[in-house]
């Protein structure tokens, strides 16, 4: 199994927990002897800490993280399927699975996925709905919808076209074949791998280069691209969102200092 990234929680196994450091929002799966499979319960958490991390005006960045030698190990399929038998449990849990990557996808600010190590079914698409992913030697991922018999919720299968592309999407889900951290970097799912012990440097680096940048900029751009994936652009409102950054203080400050170093 893949070693555990430092500065991780070494305490009991909790619900998700939210840390803020900075710049630097962190929301952290840890229940790792499950291989912090998401339960239902976890999804009203984590709607909950998406929303602080975004209600808090200093956070630039939001890392999606986890305990222990998996990433995860997906939802709870018994709770989906208490969902649709109606047991109280389980109501809505997919549909609320569904929702919360949607939501992960909409996060105002730049998302993160830091992959300690291996993920399956539905967190596969968790990870696809950050911004950045980032993995590690040895990790692997798996899609196994089709041999259980489920077929896949409408967002996810869009997200998997848009990011990964139709062959991929097809390779992960129409043959449930695990694929290991070379493949996963090659059709784009990772954007790099690294060792083990170099995630969380690997992860401070980008989060670095993403805090560096004008945040309203940032942000405007992260949601156009997004709509442009989903064919849903509004050429208008992007337009005005350009014209207005050229007008914006964050502009003005920035062409300052650029002019500055320069000038140096």
């Not at 652009?233 to 207005?244: H, K, M, P, S, V």
């Amino acid at each position: 199994m893949n070693g555990t990234p430092r500065g991780q929680s070494d305490g009991p196994a909790t619900a998700p927990q939210l840390t803020m450091n900075d710049a630097v929002g962190t929301i952290r799966l840890n229940r790792p002897l499950q291989h912090n499979r998401i339960d239902a319960a976890d999804i009203a958490i984590l709607e909950e800490q998406i929303a602080a991390a975004e209600a808090n005006p200093s956070v630039r960045v939001l890392v999606l993280a986890a305990t222990g030698p998996s990433f995860s190990s997906g939802y709870d399929l018994s709770a989906a399927q208490s969902s649709q038998r109606g047991e109280a449990d389980g109501q809505d849990g997919e549909n609320a699975f569904a929702r919360l990557c949607d939501r992960v996808e909409a996060v105002r600010v730049p998302t993160i996925c830091a992959l300690n190590g291996s993920v399956y079914g539905g967190s596969t698409d968790l990870a696809l709905a950050c911004d950045f992913r980032i993995g590690v030697t040895g990790m692997r991922m798996r899609m196994p919808a089709g041999q259980l018999g489920i077929h896949f919720y409408p967002g996810g299968l869009r997200r998997y076209v848009s990011r990964l592309g139709l062959n991929a999407a097809k390779r992960l889900f129409l043959t449930a074949e695990t694929i290991a951290d070379h493949d996963m970097l090659s059709i784009g799912f990772l954007d790099r791998v690294v060792a083990p012990d170099d995630l969380q440097a690997a992860v401070d680096e980008l989060a670095g280069r993403i805090t560096a940048c004008a945040p309203q900029a940032i942000a405007g751009m992260k949601r156009a691209l997004n709509d442009i994936a989903r064919g849903e652009l509004d050429d208008r409102a992007a337009e005005a969102a350009f014209a207005a950054s050229l007008r914006s203080d964050e502009f003005a400050n920035a062409l300052k200092v650029w002019s500055q170093r320069r000038a140096s």
